[in-house]
Nanobody, 123 residues
Framework: QVQVMESGGALVQAGESVRLSCTTSGLTFSHTAMAWFRQAPGMEREGLQCISWNGGIDHYSHHDQGRFTISRDNAKNTAYLQMNNLAPGDSAMYYC????????????????WGRGTQVTVSS
C-alpha cells in the first residue's frame, strides 16, 4: 500500500520560515517525482513545485516569488519544502503528492496524496 505523509506544519509569525517534510512508503521513492500543493479555505488546491527523481524542479506557481524551495533526499525517502519569509496569505493546508514516473507531470496528473499539514501564519 502506497502512503504519503507530510509533517512540519506550524503556527508561525509573518517573516518566519518553515520546512515541511514528506515521507513515503510502498513506492520506489528514488524513481518518483514528488510535488507540493496547498489549499486555503474556500480556495482551489494550488500546485507549488515538483521535483523529479534526479532533482530537476518544475514550478507550478510563481506566487511564492522565490521564497519556497523544493528538495529531496533519496537516501531518506523524503522530500522537503523550505518556505521562507512567510506571509499570512501563505496560510493553508500543504499537501505532498507522489507522481507515477521519474519526471514531473502536469499538476492535475497526481493521484497519490498525503493528508496534509497545516501552516498558519499570523501577522
Amino acid at each position: 500500500q502506497v502512503q504519503v505523509m507530510e509533517s512540519g506544519g506550524a503556527l508561525v509569525q509573518a517573516g518566519e520560515s518553515v520546512r515541511l517534510s514528506c515521507t513515503t512508503s510502498g513506492l520506489t521513492f528514488s524513481h518518483t517525482a514528488m510535488a507540493w500543493f496547498r489549499q486555503a479555505p474556500g480556495m482551489e488546491r494550488e500546485g507549488l513545485q515538483c521535483i523529479s527523481w534526479n532533482g530537476g524542479i518544475d514550478h507550478y506557481s510563481h506566487h511564492d516569488q522565490g521564497r519556497f524551495t523544493i528538495s529531496r533526499d533519496n537516501a531518506k525517502n523524503t522530500a522537503y519544502l523550505q518556505m521562507n519569509n512567510l506571509a499570512p496569505g501563505d496560510s493553508a493546508m500543504y499537501y505532498c503528492a507522489a507522481g507515477s514516473s521519474y519526471f514531473c507531470p502536469a499538476p492535475s496528473a497526481f493521484t497519490i496524496w498525503g493528508r496534509g499539514t497545516q501552516v498558519t501564519v499570523s501577522s
